[in-house]
């Protein structure tokens, strides 16, 4: 689910952007990735302590490692977007 959200979210930014910018509603031009980046956190963070919680349970255990591997992979994947978005994106121009 929360690969699906950062999928949508990367997709739907930049016009979500477009129509703050055309409205000239500065104050929500990040809005919507904020919200969306929030819960694509909020659920990596509940995969990986599900994972954490499936480990001490005798078995699917393939499962929960899969789950706290989905979940790092995710949260990794955030935040080189918003470094590269925030950070780096600006400095290019």
Do not use: C, H
């Amino acid at each position: 689910m929360a690969a699906v959200l950062t999928w949508i979210s990367v997709v739907v930014t930049p016009w979500a952007m477009r129509q703050a910018v055309a409205r000239y509603d500065y104050e929500n031009v990040y809005t919507f990735p904020v919200i969306t980046l929030g819960m694509v956190l909020v659920l990596d963070s509940a995969a990986i302590f599900l994972g954490f919680l499936g480990i001490r349970q005798p078995t699917a255990k393939a499962m929960s490692g899969a789950a706290i591997g989905i979940g790092i992979t995710g949260i990794v994947g955030l935040v080189i977007y918003v470094v590269g978005t925030v950070v780096i994106m600006p400095r290019v121009g």
